[in-house]
């Protein structure tokens, strides 16, 4: 007898009451450490990211161990709370070493499936918040560029994101994967387009690494760990795009021209609406990216790069529009608006291109013959 071949699962895209409780509790945290004039005075300072609010998040919240196992310390959760996290994160725009820390380090090390050694015991340190690490490799590398993004022993990466906050740098060379002190490499600022999320360029020269894994193993899970990320990263989009078109709607009810909200002119009504529809379709894609990671689906990386192929276009438009729809005042330095721009336009290029990711979709796809 033959058995039929069972459909695949639905995803479900649904927020659960857990993810929408602790959706709450990230909104009121950053809400209160991380409104907009926060993050602008932090910007314009020299140190952008603020250690109370990382030690709230990370460690009161819980927020840096969602994706790493209880055993290891952490909350046992999945992909789909850490991607939640990631669009209170992009409603924001905090400095916050969330995604690079919390997510593509922490899934590298996953990934190596140790349950002792210095990966388990630095896994232990990531979950609690009490450390960071980053990977280091430039933040433009896409999860297919994990075998060309290896760093020579004494060479020099430049664009890791979060590298001068970092306190260890999971450093991928043709030996190995390494665990470096970030204090024993020399890691230059460098000037970003996003200041909410800076770069550096890591010297590695003279400094010292515990070996985390060989060759054959470190590039899987680099690959892992870039997966990842590319793929939550679509939620922190969705953030920012989600808060572009909210702020956009309540300010055009609020001014006033000729009498009348700019809101009720129709040609504002249909960029708004049409942002809107874009919107829905990238919260469809960001979930199912999130939920496939969460699952082990091996449609994942498809997943991830259907996500990436969309959210990014979505969330700069929606950036664009908000800037535009606000007239002067979206000019300013003093309004927000420039931040998530540049926030949307930095994050359009991270983990690989939006025609990167196309050309992903159209590898992982298989066509029906003619």
Not at 209 to 218: E, K, N, R, T, Y
Not at 297 to 302: M, Q, V
Request: glycine share 8%.
């Amino acid at each position: 007898m033959t058995v039929p071949a069972q459909p695949p699962a639905t995803p479900d895209l649904l927020y659960s009451r857990d993810e929408e409780d602790l959706r709450t509790a990230v909104r009121a945290l950053l809400a209160d450490r991380a409104d907009a004039p926060t993050v602008i005075a932090a910007t314009e300072s020299a140190t952008p990211y603020d250690p109370r609010l990382w030690a709230s998040l990370a460690g009161g919240i819980g927020a840096a161990g969602l994706l790493v196992p209880e055993k290891f310390g952490g909350q046992g959760a999945s992909h789909r709370e850490a991607a939640v996290v990631l669009e209170e994160l992009g409603r924001s725009v905090a400095p916050a070493p969330y995604l690079t820390s919390s997510v593509v380090a922490t899934e590298t090390l996953l990934a190596l499936g140790g349950q002792d050694g210095p990966a388990a015991a630095l896994l232990r340190e990531l979950a609690s918040g009490a450390r960071t690490a980053v990977l280091a490799v430039p933040f433009a590398t896409p999860p297919a560029g994990a075998e060309t993004a290896l760093v020579p022993p004494a060479g020099t990466v430049s664009g890791v994101a979060d590298a001068a906050i970092a306190d260890v740098l999971l450093v991928p060379t043709p030996e190995g994967l390494y665990a470096v002190e970030a204090a024993a490499a020399v890691v230059r600022p460098l000037v970003p387009l996003d200041l909410t999320r800076p770069l550096a360029a890591v010297t590695l020269t003279g400094a010292a690494g515990a070996p985390l894994a060989d060759a054959g193993a470190s590039a899987a899970a680099v690959r892992r760990g870039l997966l990842a990320g590319a793929g939550l990263l679509a939620s922190e989009q969705l953030g920012v795009a989600e808060w572009c078109l909210t702020e956009t709607v309540r300010y055009t009810r609020e001014r006033h021209q000729f009498n009348r909200p700019v809101g009720s002119f129709q040609s504002l009504k249909h960029r708004m609406a049409q942002l809107w529809l874009e919107i829905v379709s990238a919260r469809a894609a960001a979930r199912n990216a999130a939920d496939a990671l969460a699952t082990g689906s091996p449609e994942a990386p498809l997943a991830v790069a259907v996500a990436q192929a969309y959210c990014s276009g979505v969330a700069v438009h929606a950036a664009e529009e908000c800037v535009q729809l606000h007239g002067g005042i979206g000019m300013t330095w003093e309004h927000p608006a420039h931040l998530y721009l540049k926030r949307a336009k930095a994050d359009s290029i991270a983990y690989g291109t939006a025609g990167g990711h196309r050309q992903a979709v159209a590898e992982l796809v298989e066509l029906p013959a003619a």
